[in-house]
């Protein structure tokens, strides 16, 4: 079982940064691959980042490719999202989650239905 926790959301503007942080407990977070996920109102929730158990590989949407950096840190369990040159568009509640059985194909990273445990979502607001 592992708990996931996330902060650092907040009103930001455009063109603007942020980093997100995600504190999970339980002692297998190690061996736990992560996502990141977000879902604006009216939308169905959408992939953002991912990570390998190991911080080896990671996954980024086409839409967030080379503005958002994904890394971990397993002997702290925690998570971390580097946003930056933030729009508008990006608004909306941002999640982590976790995946305890083996990743077998690159797609399952980009599935929330992938991710077993879920944090309470932190809300990413970026003014115009």
């Known amino acids: 079982q592992v708990q996931l926790v996330e902060s650092g959301g907040e009103l930001v503007q455009a063109g603007g940064s942020l980093r997100l942080s995600c504190a999970a407990s339980?002692?297998?977070?190690?061996?736990?691959?992560m996502g990141w996920f977000r879902q604006a109102p009216g939308k169905e929730r959408e992939f953002v980042a991912a990570?390998?158990?190991?911080?080896?590989?990671?996954y980024y949407a086409d839409s967030v490719k080379g503005r958002y950096t994904n890394s971990r840190n397993n002997t702290k369990n925690t998570g971390n999202l580097q946003m930056n040159s933030l729009s508008p568009e990006e608004t909306a509640v941002y999640y982590c989650?976790?995946?305890?059985?083996?990743?077998?194909?690159?797609?399952?990273?980009?599935?929330?239905?992938?991710?077993?445990?879920w944090g309470q979502g932190t809300q990413v607001t970026v003014s115009s």
């Open positions: 989650a976790a995946r305890g059985s083996p990743v077998r194909s690159e797609s399952w990273y980009y599935a929330p239905r992938s991710y077993a445990y």
């Open positions: 990570i390998s158990w190991a911080g080896g590989s990671t």
């Open positions: 339980g002692r297998t977070f190690s061996s736990y691959a």
